[in-house]
């Protein structure tokens, strides 16, 4: 039988996850697993449904309805289906990701995920970015990288992507938001954002996007021992 390999990658928002493991995974030809998301999904679910934030008691009701669902294109990018309709687009914006912060603290929402992205992780090699792949969802994963960026570097590049997407907010305003929901997410009782053990640290503040890239190829490569 074939073998697959995991691997997961960790690190706070705008660090650059997505796009490096989405370029990595392609070059080794695994799956690639954006679970945010996933969690950003369940966070326009509750916003439809004018949920308040903070409330684990409503947002648990609307798990058990929730008909979430990934596809994967040609491409290799992840699109997110919430009650068959492609919601991909919809929950990249910044209230979305204020939602999805609120909703991925409460731990009925941790577990009611888990298990949807273990089993993604068990039919082929995957690599997986989010926050807890390395401590909690993988904790077997045979790479585990903890990505991460100073966090004006990582509100620069936020800054850059939302006003390319018509979305105006000052550069101080987005910096703001990054901290918060670093703090947010590092300092919830439900799996935090921590650094894996035996994680390799790697920090892209100075590295242009084809060197991150390269540099999680590299670790990728020399733990499996395979090449891109
Ligand atoms: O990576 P992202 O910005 O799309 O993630 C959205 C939110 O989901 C973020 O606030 C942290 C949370 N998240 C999480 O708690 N665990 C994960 N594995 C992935 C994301």
Avoid: N, W
């Avoid at 903070?54 to 798990?63: M, R």
């Amino acid at each position: 039988m074939e073998r697959h390999y995991s691997v997961a990658i960790d690190g706070p928002s705008g660090a650059g996850k997505s796009t490096i493991a989405r370029a990595a995974a392609q070059r080794f030809g695994f799956l690639y697993v954006d679970t945010g998301a996933i969690y950003r999904t369940v966070g326009l679910a509750a916003e439809r449904r004018g949920i308040a934030y903070g409330d684990s008691a409503a947002v648990g009701e609307l798990l058990g309805g929730l008909d979430i669902r990934l596809g994967h294109g040609e491409d290799g990018v992840q699109r997110e289906f919430l009650g068959g309709e492609d919601v991909s687009g919809l929950i990249r914006t910044p209230e979305i990701s204020r939602r999805a912060s609120d909703v991925s603290a409460m731990p009925a929402v941790r577990a009611f995920l888990l298990d949807m992205q273990r089993s993604l992780g068990r039919s082929m090699s995957v690599i997986m970015d989010g926050r807890d792949i390395g401590t909690v969802v993988l904790p077997d994963a045979d790479v585990k990288i903890f990505l991460t960026a100073s966090a004006e570097c990582r509100a620069e590049r936020r800054f850059r992507e939302l006003a390319a997407k018509g979305i105006d907010m000052g550069f101080d305003e987005v910096l703001r938001e990054i901290v918060a929901r670093d703090e947010h997410d590092s300092s919830r009782a439900a799996a935090p954002l921590t650094v894996a053990e035996g994680a390799s640290v790697i920090d892209t503040s100075e590295l242009t996007l084809a060197e991150s890239i390269e540099a999680v190829c590299t670790v990728i490569s020399e733990k499996l021992g395979v090449r891109p």
